[in-house]
Structures are given as C-alpha cells and as structure tokens.
C-alpha cells in the first residue's frame, strides 16, 4: 500500500548540483527508514543513503558520504536527497525506497520503492 513518487533527476555536469525528492503516502512500518537506492548499467545496485522514520538516524555509502545530505519534512511525507560535486560515476536510475537500516548496509531486500529518476553527470 506505500507508494513512493521521485522527483527531482536530469542532467548535470561534474561538480554540480541536484536535490532528489520523494513523496510518500500509505503505510510505513516506524521501525523503517527511508532513502534511495541507485542502479546502473553494468553494476551492482547500491543503497546510497536513508534516514529513521523514529529518531532521523541517517546512512551514507562510502562513495557519497561527505557529498550528499538526505532530510526529511514530516509535515510533508517528503525525504529530500541533496547530492553535490557530483561525478559521473554518480549517473544512475535512483530509487527511493522504505526498508529495514540493514537493507542499505548489506545489500538486502527493500520493502518497497518507486519508478526511479534518472540522474546523468557529463560533461
């Protein structure tokens, strides 16, 4: 029943800027964060970033800790995915999705994610 609705891709250049969004209705567990995944052709998916529904905990991946900053308006039902000095290995389909913190540390199984929006960094 949750559905969750990205806004926000498109094409950049290295180094600049974009700012994911991610409207969610329906159900989710309070135990659940929520955040992005991203795939690429070619490579493994990753679990980019993801912040507690309870207590706003947050996670990053490696690659783009420091460089992105994921927020939440709860007034909104809305998670916001902010990604700057972005590279080219950034381009991918990003999904945003809901599941256990666990999901995004190990690769496992989301609960639930959207259609994705695609983000492109060339030059």
């Known amino acids: 029943q949750v559905q969750l609705v990205e806004s926000g891709g498109g094409l950049v250049q290295p180094g600049g800027s974009l700012r994911l969004s991610c409207a969610a209705s329906g159900f989710i567990k309070d135990e659940y964060c929520i955040g992005w995944f991203r795939q690429a052709p070619g490579k493994e998916r990753e679990g980019v970033s993801c912040?507690?529904?309870?207590?706003?905990?947050?996670y990053y991946a490696d690659s783009v800790k420091g460089r992105f900053i994921i927020s939440r308006d709860n007034a909104k039902n809305t998670v916001y995915l902010q990604m700057n000095v972005l590279k080219p290995e950034d381009t991918a389909v990003y999904y945003c999705?809901?599941?256990?913190?666990?999901?995004?540390?190990?690769?496992?199984?989301?609960?639930?994610w959207g259609q994705g929006t695609q983000v492109t960094v060339s030059s």
């Open positions: 999705a809901t599941g256990h913190f666990s999901s995004w540390y190990f690769n496992g199984v989301y609960d639930s």
């Open positions: 912040i507690s529904l309870t207590d706003g905990g947050t």
